[in-house]
């Protein structure tokens, strides 16, 4: 495994780990304004995607649609917004995120400046799903 | 084709058109902030990457690492940021962005807060090097 020193995923899972094979992991974020935010992240230390093989980034792409399936399935929402930035944290990882258009930042990035609050209701119905979709995830990916 | 009402990205192209097929096409945004900011955008309006089949998902993903990889080997950036959000305009686009430690916002996302000015000769600098990157482009993807 390659592991970089002073990397914080390679040091810790970096969230609830809904799934893991010997290369990649699928992580749940408990973020408050966007509950529906799911990361997926390379166990090896490498910086961007067109660093993986060809069958690696084939298989870390095939993990982010089904993540994206499981959540367009399950939640409804209105945008899916996939991401691989990484300039804090310079390890693969794929922020996948379901949006819907009552969040605190639509339709703007969930990066960017908040445009409203997100009513508790809506945040917290969205929150009951996840293990739904968790176990969609599980059932889907392979074992 | 699949087209959309009032959809920006079904009635014109962008951008600078870089290279095209009868799939998607490569364009080269005029970013002041980001010079080296290229949008891979498929030409059927669909929402979601996964709305595609199997093929046409590997090949738009297949040209979104050629742009990274052509951004790599020519500016050498701190850093590559990948993004497919369209949560303003759902027509499938992704956002290809070459960072460096020193533009407006590195390390946060260019959605967010800018953190300084970035220089004029270290932009100016970019944008002199993006026809060697088109080319890249052009030579890189297929006919």
């Not at 922020?95 to 917290?124: C, M």
Request: with cysteine; hydrophobic share 45%; net charge negative.
């Amino acid at each position: 495994m390659i592991r970089a020193a002073g990397c914080e995923l390679c040091a810790s899972p970096g969230g609830h780990v809904v799934w893991s094979d010997d290369r990649l992991r699928v992580l749940r974020v408990d973020d408050a304004g966007f509950p529906a935010f799911y990361r997926v992240v390379w166990t090896d230390h490498v910086g961007e995607l067109s660093d993986l093989s060809d069958a690696d980034r084939a298989h870390c792409l095939d993990v982010v649609v089904q993540v994206e399936r499981c959540l367009r399935d399950h939640l409804k929402p209105t945008k899916i917004n996939l991401a691989s930035l990484g300039n804090v944290v310079p390890h693969l990882h794929w922020h996948v995120v379901a949006r819907f258009d009552w969040d605190s930042h639509f339709p703007q990035p969930i990066w960017g400046v908040a445009l409203r609050q997100a009513r508790t209701e809506q945040l917290d119905a969205v929150r009951a799903a996840l293990p739904v979709v968790d176990s969609a995830l599980q059932a889907a990916l392979p074992r």
